[in-house]
Each structure stands twice: as structure tokens, then as C-alpha cells.
């Protein structure tokens, strides 16, 4: 009998053994203790793919407070309009404008920064800490990225401001960036992904976001994640039909997800070399306002 049992518990530590092995199951994420939460915001992982009735984008922004949504004369709330083209009363007011002249002006958001002065529009953010992992949150990951980002463009002659999460109404500007970390509850994800807005009104945003990915690639040495989120595309600071406190339509805006924060790896690079992050942002940054005409380099 004795040798039965202990012919079996073999057997049995074998075969946990093989599958660990082969990959089947793995302790590791019960033994986790890096991780100790993930905000939701920055978890869902789609691919962006053309809404039939906007459902994804009322439905994905899950942590927004239950505003009413004023219904446009054909129907359409404010949020499903905020893919729609400019009407012709909207253009009078959001269209082209001529920038004033002066040297480039960047907006530089430091993502879930200040998040305790939001205004009643805003107030569903408040629980939007994002990600926290290995001891750090996103926003002090995010905002010592930001202030590294804000010293460099102010040294390339750019009028930069450091932004919080409460973007001032109508915000216009040169360029306009959201800076964040991403958080997985699988950490053997890892890489950076950067979005324009999913509607840009200024026409610009593509070039901005095609400036920062080979700049940041080359700083940091990141892979690229292509699962973008609708969270990024939809992010509530490029909503200006639904919040005033969002960018001016015509501002080209994107949003970085600078690695990822449940990355042992990432966040190793995000935490002890903020300053190395920053310099792949900015640069891109300085790319695209030369390439603009914008800034030229004495
Ligand atoms: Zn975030």
C-alpha cells in the first residue's frame, strides 16, 4: 500500500511537471506579487475594427459617469456624432484656424495626473488610476516621463505645457500628447503602441504619430504592440463633441502607451531611464514640428 501511494504522488508530480512544461498551465501568475491591480482602462485588448452602430464606443468606455447626451435634430447622441464629419454650423467654429504666430506650442499630458481636481464632466475619472505594478503607479511613471519630455522641447525653443488629466476646453495647440503606460494581467506582454485620434479633424495626427514611432523605437529599443485599443482611439481628451474639456478639433493629438507597466522588463526601462523614454517622444515631437514647417533648427 505504502509503495502505491508513493508510486502515485511520482506519477502525479510527473505529470504537473509536463504540463508545466509544455506550456499547458503555470503557477506563475498565482504567485504573483508584482502585480497588484490593473486598471480595466488600459487591459482591453481589441483590434480596432469599423463600428456598425457605434456600439464599441459607448459600450468600451465602461468607467464614464451616465451623463445625459443631448440628442443632435436626427437622433444621434454626442457621443456617436464624435466620429461624424464637421457640419457646416460646426465648421464656422472648429474649422481650419490660422495659428498665431510665435514659436510651436505642445501640450504634454501627463495621463491620470490630478485626477482629484476633475470637473463634474470628467468626474467618471476619478477612479481611473491606471495601471500599478512592482510597487509604481502609471500616473508617477507617466508624469516623470512628461516632465523629461516638457524639458526637452522647452530646450529645443518649443512654448511647451504640462497638462493633467483635465485638458483646457477647446485646447489648441501645435501637437498634443497623452502620455501613458499600459497594464496586462498576462506580463509577458510587453511593448509600446502610440494612436492618433480614431477621427482626426486636423489632418495632421497621422504624420505626428508617424514621426514619434521610429524615434521612440530607436530610444528605447521597444518592440512595437499593435493591439491597439479603442480606448486610445476614443480617448476622452479627443472627445470635443462630448466634453469641453478636450482638445480643439484642429489640435493634431496623439496618445502613447509608453510600454507596459506589468512588464518586468518595461517597467524596468519606464521607472530607472525616464529620461531615455522622454527623449524618444520628444524627438519624434521636434521631428514632425520641423517637418511642419514649425520649428526650424538654427
Ligand atoms: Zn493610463
Known amino acids: 500500500m505504502k509503495y502505491f501511494v508513493f508510486g502515485a ?52 468606455v465602461t468607467y464614464l459617469p451616465p451623463i445625459p447626451e443631448p440628442t443632435n435634430p436626427d437622433g444621434r447622441t454626442r457621443w456617436a456624432a464624435y466620429w461624424e464629419p464637421m457640419n457646416a454650423e460646426e465648421y464656422a467654429v472648429y474649422g481650419p484656424t490660422t495659428r498665431p504666430a510665435g514659436p510651436p506650442r505642445v501640450g504634454i499630458q501627463a495621463g491620470h495626473w490630478q485626477r482629484e481636481n476633475l470637473p463634474n464632466e470628467l468626474s467618471g475619472l476619478t477612479g481611473s488610476s491606471g495601471a500599478t505594478a512592482g510597487g509604481y503607479t502609471e500616473t508617477e511613471v507617466n508624469l516623470a516621463v512628461a516632465e523629461e519630455v516638457v524639458k526637452l522641447l522647452t530646450n529645443a525653443g518649443i512654448e ?40 482626426d479633424y486636423s489632418g495632421k495626427a497621422q504624420r505626428l504619430v508617424d514621426a514619434m514611432y521610429p524615434t521612440y523605437e530607436q530610444a528605447t529599443g521597444l518592440k512595437r504592440d499593435e493591439a491597439f485599443t479603442r480606448r486610445m482611439s476614443g480617448y476622452y481628451a479627443f472627445n470635443w463633441r462630448r466634453y469641453d474639456h478636450a482638445v480643439h478639433p484642429q489640435t493634431p493629438s496623439a496618445i502613447v502607451e509608453m510600454g507596459f507597466l506589468t512588464n518586468a522588463s518595461d517597467r524596468t526601462l519606464m521607472t530607472t531611464q525616464p529620461a531615455l523614454i522622454a527623449e524618444g517622444i520628444a524627438n519624434g515631437i521636434i521631428n514632425y514640428l520641423t517637418a511642419e514647417g514649425l520649428l526650424t533648427t538654427e
Do not use: C
Open 9 to 60: 504522488l511520482v506519477i502525479v508530480g510527473i505529470g504537473i511537471w509536463w504540463l508545466n512544461a509544455a506550456g499547458q498551465f503555470s503557477f506563475r501568475d498565482s504567485h504573483n506579487d508584482e502585480m497588484e491591480f490593473i486598471d480595466d482602462a488600459d487591459t482591453t485588448r481589441s483590434v480596432i475594427t469599423e463600428p456598425t452602430d457605434y456600439p464599441e464606443a459607448s459600450t468600451s
Open 160 to 199: 511647451v505645457t504640462l497638462l493633467p488629466v483635465t485638458v483646457p476646453i477647446d485646447y489648441l495647440a501645435d501637437a498634443f500628447i497623452s502620455i501613458h503606460a499600459d497594464g496586462n494581467t498576462d506580463t509577458s506582454i510587453s511593448g509600446f503602441k502610440i494612436a492618433p485620434p480614431r477621427t
